[in-house]
C-alpha cells in the first residue's frame, strides 16, 4: 500500500508555538500533498510539493520533501487556535491515498 | 464556483431503506470520487469516475451503487446498508487525469447513520 504514515497521531501545543507533522511512505511518487481536515468537515487542499522538489512554502506553512528517505514534514509556524484541525498527507501515482492523519490541538 | 456541494448533510436510515446521497460541482471537473471516513480514520477511497465513467472501484460491497449521471454529478444509492456502514461520505473532485497533479475539491460530506 502507498498509505502515508503521519507522525505524530496527535500534537497539543500553545497559541504561537510551531508544530511539525511528519509523513513517510512507502513507494515512489509523483508527488505528495497535505489536507486539513477541521472536525467532521471536508478536506481542504493546503499544499503540493512534486517529487524534484525539496521545499515548498505558502504563508505559515513549509512542506520539506526527501525522497530518498520516503518522507515529507509539515511545518505551520506560529500556530492558531483556527489550525486546530487533522492533518494528512496523501500520496499520488493515482489515485490519492491518504495517510493516517495527525491531529492538532492548538490551546489559545 | 469553486465549490463541491453535498446533500443530504445528515442522512438517518434503516437497514432496509433506499436512499441515496447526492454530490454537484461546477468547475468543469472531469473526475469525480466517493470517499467513506469513519471516525478518527483516514478518508478510504471507494469509487472514482473519469469523464463520467467509473474507472475505480475499490471492492465495495454491491449495496453501495455508484452513478455518474453527467460531468457535474456524482451519486451514490444506499440499499440495505448495515450498522457498520455509518460513516461520513466524501465527494471530492479533481481536473481530471490528464492535469498533471490530482489536486482535490472535497465536499463537506454527508454524515450516514445506519440503525
Known amino acids: 500500500s502507498q498509505q502515508g504514515e503521519e507522525d505524530p497521531q496527535a500534537l497539543s501545543i500553545q497559541e504561537g508555538e510551531n508544530a511539525t507533522m511528519n509523513c513517510s511512505y512507502k513507494t515512489s511518487i509523483n508527488n505528495l500533498q497535505w489536507y486539513r481536515q477541521n472536525s467532521g468537515r471536508g478536506l481542504v487542499h493546503l499544499i503540493l510539493?512534486?517529487?524534484?522538489?525539496r521545499e515548498k512554502h505558502s504563508g505559515r506553512l513549509r512542506v520539506t520533501l526527501d525522497t530518498s528517505k520516503k518522507s515529507s514534514s509539515l511545518l505551520i509556524t506560529a500556530s492558531r487556535a483556527a489550525d486546530t484541525a487533522s492533518y494528512f498527507c496523501?500520496?499520488?501515482?493515482?489515485?490519492?491515498?491518504f495517510g493516517k492523519g495527525t491531529r492538532l490541538s492548538v490551546i489559545a | 464556483d469553486t465549490e463541491v456541494t453535498q446533500t443530504p448533510k445528515h442522512l438517518v436510515m434503516g437497514m432496509t431503506n433506499k436512499k441515496s446521497l447526492k454530490c454537484e460541482q461546477h468547475m468543469g471537473h472531469r473526475a469525480m470520487y466517493w470517499y467513506k471516513q469513519k471516525a478518527k480514520k483516514p478518508p478510504e477511497l471507494m469509487f472514482v469516475?473519469?469523464?463520467?465513467?467509473?474507472?475505480i472501484n475499490e471492492s465495495v460491497p454491491s449495496r453501495f451503487s455508484p452513478e455518474c449521471p453527467n460531468s457535474s454529478l456524482l451519486n451514490l444509492h444506499l440499499h440495505a446498508l448495515q450498522p457498520e456502514d455509518s460513516a461520513l461520505y466524501l465527494c471530492a473532485s479533481s481536473q481530471g487525469p490528464t492535469s498533471g497533479a490530482n489536486v482535490l475539491t472535497f465536499g463537506a460530506g454527508s454524515r450516514l447513520t445506519v440503525l
Open positions: 469516475y473519469s469523464y463520467e465513467k467509473l474507472s
Open positions: 496523501a500520496t499520488e501515482n493515482t489515485p490519492l491515498v
Open positions: 510539493i512534486r517529487s524534484n522538489e
